[in-house]
């Protein structure tokens, strides 16, 4: 089962606007991570927070984590046509296996 | 060097036939891990292994799933008995080593079982 939502299920914005998207998670992380998703290609990790850190820069992305809310945010300054792509979260779990347990996704379209 | 590479990128199965999906990580990672993704998800945890060691499987979905990575490098995933539910897109990510958190993907393997 997947670990949470992403929020909007879907989002359509003009090149040049901010495009922000929102992730819920269930249980307690030891980090969270933000993986693009081009169509018909695997899968790109943009970005890494840990559970003590409450945000992190790199380039146009920003990304928050409120732990007591169980919830993350990803924010994208002066989006471009190439940043059309599913965006999906995953966490990091404590205690035990190194897998990712990642979220339904945002599908981002930005229009030329 | 490469990234991780899959193969075959595509693959058409009859109900009931057995496929061997293949992955190939980058070289020198540790863990490897398999993930499936049906149709408008996200991906989801099959099984892990650091080198040859399996040890995660809890995410296979039934005993008909199989993995193994017998010299610590090279991965399959097999699929006995192939379902309509199995067609998905299979996933491979390895990492550098174990603890490592960032995942590097492979292209995935689409199966469509008919």
């Known amino acids: 089962s997947q670990q949470g939502e992403e929020d909007p299920q879907a989002l359509s914005i003009q090149e040049g606007e901010n495009a922000t998207m929102n992730c819920s998670y269930k249980?307690?992380?030891?980090?969270l991570q933000w993986y693009r998703q081009n169509s018909g290609r695997g899968l790109v990790h943009l970005i890494l927070?840990?559970?003590?850190?409450r945000e992190k820069h790199s380039g146009r992305l920003r990304v928050t984590l409120d732990t007591s809310k169980k919830s993350s945010s990803l924010l994208i300054t002066a989006s471009r046509a190439a940043d059309t792509a599913s965006y999906f979260c995953a966490t990091g779990t404590q205690g035990g296996s190194e897998k990712l347990v990642f979220g339904k996704g945002t599908k981002l379209t930005v229009n030329p | 060097g490469a990234g991780v590479s899959q193969s075959p990128r595509y693959k058409v199965a009859k109900r009931g036939q057995d496929v061997a999906l293949r992955c190939d990580p980058i070289?020198?990672?540790?863990?490897l891990f398999w993930y499936q993704q049906a149709l408008g998800q996200g991906p989801e945890f099959l099984t892990y292994?650091?080198?040859?060691?399996?040890?995660?499987k809890s995410g296979l979905p039934s005993d008909r799933f199989f993995a193994e990575r017998p010299e610590g490098s090279v991965s399959t995933l097999k699929i006995q008995r192939t379902q309509q539910e199995d067609s998905a897109v299979y996933l491979c990510?390895?990492?550098?080593?174990?603890?490592?958190?960032?995942?590097?993907f492979g292209p995935g393997t689409r199966l469509t079982v008919l």
């Open positions: 249980t307690s992380i030891n980090n």
């Open positions: 990510a390895s990492s550098l080593e174990a603890g490592e958190e960032e995942q590097f």
């Open positions: 070289s020198g990672h540790v863990s």
């Open positions: 927070i840990r559970s003590n850190e």
């Open positions: 292994f650091q080198n040859e060691a399996q040890l995660d």
